[in-house]
T-cell receptor, first 115, second 114 residues
């Protein structure tokens, strides 16, 4: 299995531009999570999906952030408009829940820099 | 809500020495617990997990962790570290049968001295 695939690995953009991050989960996994990692706040759960349906988006910081999962093999996290404080590493993770617990497999991350 | 505390931001250990990274969690019900490792520029890799049963769990790369309910702790140990163990280590807690995401600690940066 290729694991969780994220693109782009690095993105540098200017304030006000739209940013789209992409994720392909592991085939057969029915949960997908988006996390954000910063030095100040560590790893924060932004949103997660189960069977392509958003379950909890309480971690999404503002309306500028949106996420979609149109099918079982693709998800996007969009920031519009972007701001310098959005600079972070964004991780996608997927899992298949077994025995009442989720074991997350993470992608390599997308490092976003907003100038 | 659950929370995880990793009290040590940085730890320096000599190569070949033993290692213990501390993790304390706060959760009202039965937790399930994880340790992940992150190398520079990489994603998080699962080292080990505790769901139930034996409180001493073995993981990859020679790591082990012990769940102590009375102390709300899940410390990670390795008897002899290698230079390749230098990385960021994260403890995480999940809610058994509850909310599906994991809550992570802030991480401990491990430095290996030659």
């Amino acid at each position: 299995d290729a694991g969780v695939i994220q693109s782009p690995r690095h993105e540098v953009t200017e304030m006000g531009q739209e940013v789209t991050l992409r994720c392909k989960p592991i085939s057969g996994h029915d949960y997908l999570f988006w996390y954000r990692q910063t030095m100040m706040r560590g790893l924060e759960l932004l949103i997660y999906f189960n069977n392509n349906v958003p379950i909890d988006d309480s971690g999404m910081p503002e309306d500028r952030f949106s996420a979609k999962m149109p099918n079982a093999s693709f998800s996007t996290l969009k920031i519009q408009p972007s701001e310098p404080r959005d600079s972070a590493v964004y991780f996608c993770a997927s899992s298949r829940r077994t025995s009442g617990a989720n074991v997350l497999t993470f992608g390599a991350g997308s490092r976003l820099t907003v100038l | 809500a659950q929370s995880v505390t990793q009290p040590d931001i940085h730890i320096t250990v000599s190569e070949g020495a033993s290692l213990e990274l501390r993790c304390n969690y706060s959760y009202g019900a039965t937790p399930y617990l994880f340790w992940y490792v992150q190398s520079p520029g990489q994603g998080l890799q699962l080292l080990l997990k505790y769901f139930s049963g034996d409180t001493l769990v073995q993981g990859i790369k020679g790591f082990e962790a012990e769940f102590k309910r009375s102390q709300s702790s899940f410390n990670l140990r390795k008897p002899s570290v290698h230079w390749s163990d230098a990385a960021e280590y994260f403890c995480a807690v999940g809610a058994w049968g509850g909310a599906d995401g994991l809550t992570f600690g802030k991480g401990t940066h491990l430095i290996i001295q030659p």
